[in-house]
C-alpha cells in the first residue's frame, strides 16, 4: 500500500515540515505501508538533505521547461537531484489554474526522462445518472495514454481524485462500494493502452477526504493500491491515525508496488 501526503499549500513552516517528517519517518519504519511525501517545493531540499529514512519525497508539480532561462521554474533535473521519488501532475488544483491534458503530458515526460515516477491525476467534477462523467475519464485517460510509449504506459501511477470528493470529509468521500467500482471500471480501459496483464499490475490511488475513518474500508478488497491524501497528511496526529488504520494485515497485505529507484 502506498501513501502520498501532498501537503499542498497547508505547512508554512520549517519547524511544521520536520514534525510532520519526523511522524511519517517513524510510521515509515513499518515494511507494510510505503509513505511518500509530497511537500512544498522549498521544503524538499530542506527534508532530503537530512533524508536517511524509508519516507520517500515527492514534489506537488513539475516544470515542462528544459532548464535554462525560466525564471522561477522546478525542472524534473533539480527534482531528481533532490532523489525526489514522485511527482504529482494533473492535480485537479492545478488543472483549474489552466494546465491542460496536453501540459500534463509534456510533464510525464520531463518527469520519465529524469527517472522520477508520475503520480497521474485524473478525475471527474461532478457525476450524473447518465454516466457522462465515466466518458469524461475515458477522454481524461486516452489524452494522457495516447501520448506514452508501451513502455511508459507501465510507469506511471494513476491517481482517481473525483473532484467533488476533495477537500470534504470522510461523510462526503467516495464510498467504498463506488471505488471498487471505479477501480475496476479504470483497470478495464486501462486493458486498451496495456494489455490485460498491465491493467491488473498498474498502480491506481484514491483521493478525496480520505481520513482516519474511512481509510480501512477504503483499502480493504477495493483494489485500490493507496491513497493520495491531502488535508489529513498535513496534520501529524491524523496522519499517524490513518496510517495506523491501515496496518490492520489484511489491508496492507494486498499491496503490489514498484517504485522507480
Ligand atoms: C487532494 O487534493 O488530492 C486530496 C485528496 O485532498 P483531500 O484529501 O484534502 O480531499
New binding site residues.
Given amino acids: 500500500m502506498l501513501i502520498v501526503g ?1 501537503w ?1 499549500a497547508y505547512v508554512e513552516s520549517q519547524k511544521k515540515a520536520k514534525t510532520l517528517f519526523a511522524t511519517a519517518k517513524k510510521l515509515a519504519l513499518t515494511s507494510r505501508v510505503k509513505i511518500a511525501l509530497a511537500v512544498p517545493g522549498p521544503y524538499i531540499g530542506l527534508l532530503s538533505s537530512q533524508n536517511r529514512s524509508k519516507v520517500l519525497l515527492a514534489a506537488q508539480d513539475v516544470s515542462v521547461s528544459l532548464g535554462g532561462a525560466t525564471t522561477g521554474e522546478i525542472t524534473a533535473a533539480v527534482l531528481k537531484d533532490l532523489k525526489v521519488a514522485f511527482v ?1 501532475i494533473g ?3 492545478r488543472r483549474a489554474m489552466g494546465e491542460t491534458n496536453e501540459i500534463v503530458s509534456e510533464k510525464i515526460q520531463q518527469a520519465l526522462a529524469h527517472g522520477i515516477t508520475p503520480i497521474v ?1 485524473i478525475g471527474e467534477s461532478e457525476r450524473d445518472i447518465d454516466g457522462t462523467y465515466l466518458a469524461f475519464l475515458r477522454g481524461q485517460l486516452h489524452a494522457i495514454f495516447q501520448t506514452l510509449s508501451q513502455e511508459q504506459r507501465q510507469e506511471i501511477i494513476l ?1 482517481y ?1 473525483p473532484i467533488w ?4 470529509n470522510a461523510a462526503n ?1 467516495l464510498s467504498p462500494t463506488d471505488l471498487t467500482e471505479m477501480i475496476l471500471y479504470i483497470r478495464k480501459m486501462l486493458v486498451e493502452y496495456v494489455t490485460e496483464m498491465g491493467a491488473e499490475k498498474s498502480i491506481i490511488l484514491y ?5 482516519p475513518s474511512n481509510a480501512s474500508a477504503l483499502a480493504k478488497d477495493t483494489g485500490v493500491d493507496g ?7 498535513a496534520d501529524a496526529d491524523i496522519f499517524t491515525a490513518l496510517v495506523k488504520a491501515l496496518l490492520i494485515p489484511k489491508v496492507a497485505s494486498s499491496a503490489r508496488l514498484k517504485i522507480r529507484p
Fill in positions: 501532498n499542498k504529482i492535480h485537479s488544483e491525476c491517481a481524485e470528493a476533495i477537500g470534504k468521500a483521493g478525496g477526504s480520505v481520513e491513497f493520495l491524501l491531502g488535508h489529513a497528511s
